[in-house]
């Protein structure tokens, strides 16, 4: 990792996600039945659609250093300050990705299509499921590009939201994943 020692990197990962049974469990996968069986609205399909990132795009690292470079040309940095913002996001991209990587391991969480079978997702991730990579992807990016470009912060923000929403609309992610 770029950012975080390997000492760090424990004392990092997330509390266990919840018990499958549970209240919080059932909570969740209630929300996901209804986005499967009533069908999210117009807007919740636009949003789970636009973050999909799927096979064969750039997943959503790439869509994240897409909005950096629209940042970093609205904003018209010197190269060298744009290679520096860069750098800044693709390091916490990749410190992301990497303790995401290690709770889905660690917890091995089983998706939700993997508890009922009738939730219909946009796409259907081969790695198990807490916690949501969409999710923690966005939130670092966000977070470096609002440290970079401040009167875009609350905007950066509201991406990242809706980029972890958009796991949910999708079927593909359980709330407490994403948060």
Known sequence: MWTITPAQGDSLRPPPPPAIGSPQFNADMDELRRF????????????????SDGLGTYTPAGHWNEIACESIARNQLSELKAARALNLVNMALCDA???CWDAKSYYYYPRPTQMDARIKTIGLPNFPSYTSGHS????????VLAYLFPRE???FHAMALEASL???YGGIHYRFDCE
């Open 97 to 99: 990705g990497v303790c």
């Open 136 to 143: 923690t992807f966005s939130g670092a990016a966000a977070e």
């Open 36 to 51: 499967t069986f009533i069908s999210p609205n117009s807007e919740q399909w636009r949003i789970a659609v636009f973050w």
């Open 166 to 168: 958009s796991r949910i």
């Open 153 to 155: 912060a609350a905007r």
